[in-house]
């Protein structure tokens, strides 16, 4: 009896403190533009088509488009050094684009 009066005792002190939790705030995304190396902010270009796959290595981001011809686009983000780093996370590497083309057959 002993046993039963304790454990409902102490499911009533753990019921109470757990009610009497403080609520936790909640987090607020904020959206920022992405910026290339000068930090002006750059936007990927609608006819590069739809993100249809992202390759991580490293601290490298490659995003891969693909238009409505089949032809793919790599676009790579990620972090330059640590100044940069602290100010912000990720930006475009490179205005080089690598362009991966569709070929008809050749025979």
Do not use: C, W
């Amino acid at each position: 009896m002993k046993r039963i009066l304790a454990g409902v005792v102490l499911g009533l002190m753990v019921a109470a403190a757990a009610h009497s939790e403080e609520p936790k705030e909640e987090l607020k995304l904020q959206e920022r533009e992405l910026e290339n190396v000068r930090g002006n902010p750059f936007k990927i270009p609608e006819t590069y088509g739809r993100l249809v796959n992202v390759v991580v290595n490293g601290e490298v981001h490659y995003l891969y488009f693909e238009d409505g011809d089949g032809q793919i686009r790599v676009v790579l983000i990620g972090q330059r050094g640590a100044v940069q780093r602290s100010r912000n996370p990720l930006q475009l590497l490179t205005g080089d684009v690598q362009l991966i083309k569709r070929g008809g057959d050749e025979s």
